[in-house]
């Protein structure tokens, strides 16, 4: 069974930067997507950002040109670079992966706190 293992989350002060990382292992899939969403309490989950097997990236219009989300395709790993972070997005933050047969994945989230 395929997981996703997130890590990076954490505290961080208003305009400060993480960098979260998303690994999948146990499975053997052929990755489309891999991306991040977020949730924020009492709020749905959204679009962070996506990044597909070709290299084309996709964000949420709240994050661009702030966040970069990147892939090593040598690893299957994922990472969300997110700079000048407000307070508003303190969230946990999922890792999601969708193989070419359109099956969805997630990981169990990490939680990014920004501290105003």
């Known amino acids: 069974q395929l997981q996703l293992a997130e890590s990076g989350g954490g505290l961080v002060q208003a305009w400060g930067s993480l960098r979260l990382p998303c690994a999948p292992s146990g499975g053997i899939v052929s990755i489309s997507y891999m991306g991040w969403y977020r949730q924020a309490p009492g709020k749905q989950r959204e679009l962070v950002a996506l990044?597909?097997?070709?290299?084309?990236?996709r964000y949420a219009d709240s994050v661009k040109d702030r966040f970069t989300i990147s892939r090593d395709s040598a690893k299957s790993t994922v990472y969300l670079q997110m700079n000048s972070l407000k307070s508003e997005e303190t969230a946990v933050y999922y890792c999601?992966?969708?193989?070419?047969?359109?099956?969805?994945?997630w990981g169990r989230g990490t939680q990014v706190t920004v501290s105003s």
């Open positions: 999601s992966l969708q193989d070419v047969r359109i099956r969805l994945y």
């Open positions: 990044v597909s097997t070709g290299g084309g990236a």
